[in-house]
């Protein structure tokens, strides 16, 4: 049987014990510490074949198992103290697993309550401008404490950067980047051009394109001409044609 | 006399936004008594849920009461404005807010032994975002800080109170039962 690993996002080693003792139906109640250590190791060496990054937490969960596993192979010494008693390691970790359990479980409830939330609005509270004349503090507060204020205002900021930004890509059409060189050509006295001084204002490789359809398409009416220079630059020349659209 | 001061106490509630209104700061200035304006938040609440001609209702999210709009609306606002993604809450940082709400005034080290993970980074972010905040230090050893939620966490899960909480699962052991039963016995 091939050993089939899921890479789950766990939210730490209690997810993931709680994790695997679902899926090897395990009690959790009457838990078979064996099992659930060599599952527990297989996943983390499998992790490990995958490269995958083991925060220590799982390592020293990895290890406490172990220490539970091996302490039960250890002949029990019947005569203990009842004053050193000491919790059992493996009804601590069943403990725990079952305190964690109960958090889980209600995660998905508070995550519907919380979407749920979002689909409503509430508006800012009205800004007006007060006539009263003090300094705005409130008389049990001092200076000191808009200044704490202040301070816990900064540091929330500096958590929450960097803030998410929007950012849309504008895309430009022959037609708009045809106008705007016409109108380039148009206001200047000049009768040739450097093919860098039409190209200059193109802000990225989509724009560059563009230009360049465009200035192909203008020569094959006639409207500019290419000329190849020695030095192997390209000047373009106003042509015989002239567009008399609607230039100012 | 009723009409009037529910329009009032309306007027006062559009007026406050998100910032929302107690009970008792509406009775303070309206002087009237709490347990009235308790009877005329009702039935401000009761007409904007029952009228469907009204795009808002009335809400109370830990004791602040504030107009919100319904949830039919949220479609059309996101056609008029480019909403920006609210951040959705990681299951790591619910586990976290879970276990702070239910066991609240809480450490760091009683959260991180219930969750077996470092929670530092969380607890930050959690701060950050005003979810929580530090209500105090605990008398152990090296004073710890406490945290709690927030009005914002109120919010956020629409808690009136913290009463509101799904209850937490009985996944009580066995034994623990039957020890029980051995006693009464």
């Known amino acids: 049987m091939a050993f089939e690993v899921v890479i789950n996002e766990f939210n730490g080693p209690y997810d993931l014990m709680l994790h695997l003792i679902a899926e090897h139906k395990l009690d959790l109640m009457d838990l078979d510490i064996n099992e659930l250590t060599t599952q527990y190791i297989n996943y983390i060496k499998s992790m490990e ?21 091996s302490r039960r192979l250890l002949p029990v010494e019947q005569e203990e103290l009842v004053d050193s008693y000491e919790e059992d390691p493996k009804e601590k ?34 800004e007006f401008q007060s006539d009263v004349e003090d300094d705005g503090i409130p ?6 404490d808009l200044l704490k204020a202040m301070e816990k205002m900064y540091q929330r900021i500096a958590l929450t950067n960097p803030q998410s930004r929007k950012f849309e890509v504008k895309e430009v059409s022959v037609d708009e980047r045809r106008i705007i060189v016409r109108h ?38 006639g ?19 002239i567009y008399d659209g609607v230039l100012d | ?35 009235v304006v308790d009877e005329y938040l009702e039935h401000i609440s009761n007409s904007c849920q029952t009228d469907s001609n009204r795009g808002i209702e009335l809400v109370c999210y830990g004791g ?24 959705k809450l990681s299951q790591a940082a619910l586990e976290t807010l879970a276990i702070i709400a239910y066991k609240q005034p809480i450490t760091r080290v009683e959260i991180e032994d219930i969750r077996g993970v ?19 230090r605990s008398e152990a050893v090296g004073k710890p800080i406490l945290y709690g939620v927030t009005d914002e966490f109120m919010d956020a899960f629409k808690l009136m109170s913290l009463d509101e909480l799904p209850e937490l699962p009985n996944l009580n052991n066995d034994e623990e039962l039957n020890l029980f039963n051995e006693v009464a016995e």
Not at chain 1, 199 to 213: A, H, R, S, W, Y
């Open chain 1, 93 to 126: 970790l069943v403990k725990r697993l079952i305190e964690y359990q109960k958090f889980k479980e209600v995660t998905p409830i508070l995550s519907e309550y919380y979407d749920e939330r979002l689909l409503h609005f509430t508006k800012l509270q009205s």
């Open chain 1, 223 to 241: 409207e500019i001409h290419f000329n190849f220079l020695e030095n192997d630059e390209v000047e373009v020349e106003k042509g015989e044609y």
């Open chain 2, 118 to 136: 470092n929670c530092d980074a969380m607890l930050h972010k959690l701060l950050a975002k005003a979810l929580i905040k530090e209500v105090g």
């Open chain 1, 184 to 221: 380039k050509l148009s206001i200047s006295n000049k009768t040739k051009f450097d093919l860098y001084e039409i190209l200059q204002d193109c802000n990225n490789m989509q724009e560059f394109v563009i230009t360049f359809v465009v200035l192909l398409d203008m020569a094959s009416h």
């Open chain 1, 49 to 69: 074949d995958f490269h995958l990054e083991i925060a220590s937490e799982y390592l020293v969960e990895m290890a406490n198992l172990i220490m539970i596993k």
């Open chain 2, 1 to 35: 006399m009723m009409e009037y001061w529910i329009s009032i106490i309306e007027g006062l509630l559009y007026m406050v936004g998100d910032e929302g209104l107690t009970v008792d700061q509406i009775a303070s200035v309206t002087e009237l008594d709490p347990l």
């Open chain 2, 64 to 87: 602040l009461y504030k107009f919100v709009t319904k949830a039919s609306v949220h479609e059309y606002a996101a056609k008029l404005f480019a909403l920006p993604e609210r951040n």
């Open chain 1, 139 to 144: 008389s049990n507060m001092d200076s000191t």
